[in-house]
Nanobody, 126 residues
Framework: QVQLVESGGGSVQAGESLRLSCKFS????????MGWFRQAPGKEREFVAG????????SYADSVEGRFTISRDNAENTVYLQMNSLTPGDTAVYLC???????????????????WGQGTQVTVSS
């Protein structure tokens, strides 16, 4: 059974940065595409970024392209999300997700991911 634990959220001012971490356990980390999603109050959960098993392929939502960077450390079973130039529009709960059926193809639909963390709150004030 996969367990995902996010950390690194917090409250920042617009323009500042945060780095989120997601620790994976329970299965072989390199068998999974990993993704980050976010959900703001009253809004649907949305894809933020995804990364293939080896880190060679990444995908971003248009809204974060150029500001956010996803990476993974397979030796540490951890996936990261570096978030720069944050805006109030980035305020949300950020969730880590694992796709057990794919290693290289990154999908943006949440139903494709079968394991989820509890999330970490990111609040950006203007």
């Amino acid at each position: 059974q996969v367990q995902l634990v996010e950390s690194g959220g917090g409250s920042v001012q617009a323009g500042e940065s945060l780095r989120l971490s997601c620790k994976f356990s329970g299965r072989r980390f390199t068998s999974y595409v990993m993704g980050w999603f976010r959900q703001a109050p009253g809004k649907e959960r949305e894809f933020v970024a995804g990364i293939s098993w080896d880190g060679d392929k990444v995908s971003y939502a248009d809204s974060v392209e150029g500001r956010f960077t996803i990476s993974r450390d397979n030796a540490e079973n951890t996936v990261y999300l570096q978030m720069n130039s944050l805006t109030p529009g980035d305020t949300a709960v950020y969730l880590c997700a694992a796709d057990s059926r794919r290693r290289t193809t990154i999908l943006s639909q949440e139903l494709r991911y079968d394991s989820w963390g509890q999330g970490t709150q990111v609040t950006v004030s203007s």
